[in-house]
Structures are given as structure tokens and as C-alpha cells.
């Protein structure tokens, strides 16, 4: 098992590289670009190949934005977050947060809109195949 020293998440290289298969094979069959898994503390477990984009905007933002997301809709008794959607002048940003037992989220962009209902169709649908690999992955309590 590969183990960052001192991480608070261990993940086996097997499972790593399913989850990286996943989020290829997701990219590969939509318009989706810069898919990741990242922990709702805000680290980043895999990513596809086309992330370029800075570790900040796969980590701590949408950390931030999860957790800031969650006491809105608490507060205003919405019910549980599901996901978040950033719309920018040339694209979207898709972030997942699944269930309230998940501690993962997945986070993506697209450019075409007109397809979103279609991206979040398929989004949750690799999301729901992939939360049981994820469930796989341990965290460790960690002192800060």
C-alpha cells in the first residue's frame, strides 16, 4: 500500500488506479474536462489526465465552497447538499457531493450548457459506481 507519510488519507495503488480509470472513462465519453476526486477537507485524490488547472482550485476551493454550501441549504432547511454549480462566462464547474456518509466529492467542468442536464446525468451515474471504491479509501484522525 502507498502511503504519503504523515497523510491523513492511505490509499492503495490499486484503487487508485480504478479510480483514475473512472474519471478517464467519464471524460472519454462526454464533453467533461478536469474531473478529480477530492476529499471534503480539500485534498485532491485523482485526477484525469486533462487537469491543469493549480492544485488550489481542486483542493481547498471547493472545500470552501462544500462547506459554505452546506450551512446555506441547512439554514435555509433545503435539506442535504447535493452539488454545486459555478456558471462563468465560457463554461461551468460541476462539483458532486453525494451522500452525507461520503466523504469525497467529484469535481468537473464543461463548456457546452445546453448539455448540462445530460453532463449531471452521467456525473451522478460515475459518481454512484465509483462512491463503493472511495468507501475503500482510509482517513486518518489527524492533530493539527
Known amino acids: 500500500m502507498e502511503k504519503a507519510k504523515d497523510s491523513e488519507i492511505e490509499i492503495d495503488q490499486e484503487i487508485l488506479d480504478e479510480l ?29 489526465e486533462t487537469s491543469e488547472f493549480g492544485l488550489d482550485i481542486y483542493s481547498a476551493s471547493p472545500a470552501t465552497l462544500i462547506s459554505l454550501g452546506e450551512k446555506i441549504s441547512q439554514g435555509l432547511q433545503q ?19 453525494g451522500d452525507a456518509d461520503n466523504d469525497f466529492m467529484l469535481f468537473t467542468n464543461c463548456k457546452k450548457g445546453y448539455k448540462l442536464g445530460y453532463y449531471f446525468h452521467k456525473i451522478r451515474k460515475s459518481f454512484k459506481e465509483i462512491e463503493p471504491v472511495l468507501k475503500k479509501i482510509q482517513i486518518k484522525n489527524m492533530n493539527y
Do not use: F, H, N, P
Open 79 to 97: 435539506g442535504e447538499l447535493k452539488d454545486v454549480v459555478i456558471t462563468g462566462a465560457t463554461g461551468y464547474t460541476i462539483i458532486l457531493v
Open 20 to 48: 483514475m480509470r473512472a474519471l478517464e472513462q467519464l471524460e472519454s465519453s462526454t464533453d467533461l474536462e478536469g474531473t478529480a476526486i477530492v476529499s471534503k477537507t480539500g485534498l485532491r485524490i485523482a485526477s484525469s
